[in-house]
Structures are given as structure tokens and as C-alpha cells.
């Protein structure tokens, strides 16, 4: 299996509150670095295309009624069953761009009131992203932002929330951006640390969270 090693790709996330300019960043970030001839796929969590993530869809969407473990189980879920897939294309070498993961899984849950332990507990086993770009916006300013209100989490104060929950979290493989700066300067800045990343995971194996 060691030969698989060699060249993969590394897995790098980027988080934040609602609108920080996630969407906006992974696909700049991954026209850049297929410009560059890297293989490279943009991912998102939730995965609404499954079964699993059609429910959340629903959910998000105001249109089913679960309760918020249950809520956090299916979130959690959906990202096990991409779990191997994502392995596979790690170790081929094609790096991944993903849109969330289980550090919005945790912020939001617990945001809703349920204790952090037991929220990062199902996500222990899932990969480690060599990776987090976390765009820092104030609930405020994100809220000016377009098209804020529409679905569930949208709403001030539970961002907050979320906002102190991701403090919690943060760990070594963060860094932050202001999202505040124009798209252009923020887009710099994670292609600089994307860059670093591609590099300097192929030192490093695979890892798990959340040790
Ligand atoms: N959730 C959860 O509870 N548990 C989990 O495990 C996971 C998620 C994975 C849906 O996620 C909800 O699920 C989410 C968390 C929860 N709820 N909330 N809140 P989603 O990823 O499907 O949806 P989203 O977070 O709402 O993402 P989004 O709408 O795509 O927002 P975004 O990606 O961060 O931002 P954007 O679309 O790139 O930009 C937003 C706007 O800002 C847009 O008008 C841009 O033109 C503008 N923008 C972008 N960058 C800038 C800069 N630099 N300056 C000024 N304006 C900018």
C-alpha cells in the first residue's frame, strides 16, 4: 500500500460562518490550482445529492420536523458515507477542496445546545484535514451580506453562537483569514496556504480525527 503514499493529495477545508465567501473561495481556489495543472476536486458538506443528504436538504429547508440529535447524526453520516471515496482520491493524488465539514457539524450542533463532547464523538475516524482555512466574518457583517434569511441557521444570534463554538475547535491545522478583505486579496491568501498544504502533506500519512 505504501507506494499509494507518495504523491497524495491533501484534504483542505474551509470553514466559517454563513456567507464568510466559502462557495465564492473553493471554486476560485480550485480554478487556480487546475490551472496549475493539480489534480484537484471541489467537495461540500452537506452532500445534498445522497439519500442521507436529501434529508437534510429537506430539513435546512424548513420542510421536516428531527430532532437536533438526530439532525446531528444525519450530518454526520452523510460525511462517513463519503468517507472512502475521499480516502481513495487522497491517496491518488487529487487534492480536495471541500465546503464545510465536522467543524461545522460540531459549531452548529452545539450551538443548538448539545454538549461538544457527544457532537464530536461520532466524527472521531473520519479524515483529518491537512488544512482548515477558516474565513472569519462577524455575524454582523456576514448578515448584510446577500442573500441571508432563507434557511434555518440564518439568523443572528444563533450565529453567534456558532461563532464561539468554532473558537472551541480551532486546532494546529488552522488558519485565519479576514473574509472581510476584498475577494481578490482573501483569494491570495488561500492560495498560498493551499499551496504550502499540497507540499508539505506528502511528508505526512493520513490521519484521523479527532485525536
Ligand atoms: N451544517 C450543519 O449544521 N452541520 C454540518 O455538519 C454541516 C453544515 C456540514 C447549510 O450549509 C447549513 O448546514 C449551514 C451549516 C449547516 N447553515 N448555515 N448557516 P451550506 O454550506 O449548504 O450553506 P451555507 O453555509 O449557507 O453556504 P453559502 O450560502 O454557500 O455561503 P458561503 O459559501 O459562505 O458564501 P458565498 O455564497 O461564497 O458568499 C455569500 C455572499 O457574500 C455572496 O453574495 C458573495 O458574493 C458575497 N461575498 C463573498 N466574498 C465576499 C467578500 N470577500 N467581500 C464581500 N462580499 C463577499
Known amino acids: 500500500k505504501g ?3 507518495d504523491k497524495r493529495g491533501a484534504l483542505i477545508v474551509l470553514e466559517g460562518l454563513d456567507r464568510c465567501g466559502k ?3 473553493c471554486s476560485r481556489l480550485v480554478s487556480f490550482l487546475e490551472g496549475r495543472g493539480l489534480s484537484v476536486e471541489s467537495w461540500r458538506f ?3 445529492n445522497t439519500d442521507i443528504g436529501g434529508m437534510i436538504s429537506s430539513y435546512l429547508a424548513n420542510g421536516s420536523k428531527l430532532d437536533d440529535q438526530t439532525v446531528h447524526l444525519l450530518f454526520c453520516a452523510n460525511r462517513w458515507e463519503k468517507r ?3 480516502e481513495n482520491k487522497l491517496r491518488n493524488g487529487t487534492t480536495l477542496i471541500v465546503d464545510r ?4 457539524g460540531v459549531s452548529f450542533s452545539a450551538a443548538k445546545g448539545l454538549d461538544i463532547q457527544w457532537c464530536k464523538a461520532p466524527e ?3 479524515i483529518a484535514p491537512d488544512l482548515v482555512v477558516f474565513l472569519e466574518i462577524s455575524p454582523e457583517e456576514a448578515s448584510r451580506r446577500g442573500g441571508y434569511g432563507t434557511e434555518r441557521y440564518e439568523q443572528l444570534e444563533f450565529q453567534r453562537n456558532v461563532a464561539k463554538h468554532y473558537q472551541i475547535l480551532q486546532d494546529s491545522t488552522w488558519k485565519v483569514v479576514d473574509a472581510c478583505l476584498p475577494p481578490e486579496s482573501v483569494e491570495k491568501q ?3 496556504l493551499a499551496l504550502e498544504s499540497i507540499q508539505s502533506c506528502q511528508n505526512k500519512p493520513l490521519s484521523a480525527l479527532w485525536h
Not at 101 to 104: D, E, G, L, P, V
Open 84 to 86: 472512502s471515496l475521499m
Open 23 to 25: 462557495t465564492t473561495q
Open 124 to 126: 472521531n475516524g473520519l
Open 46 to 48: 452537506p452532500d445534498r
Open 190 to 192: 488561500i492560495q498560498e
Open 101 to 104: 465539514y465536522s467543524y461545522s
Open 3 to 5: 507506494e499509494h503514499n
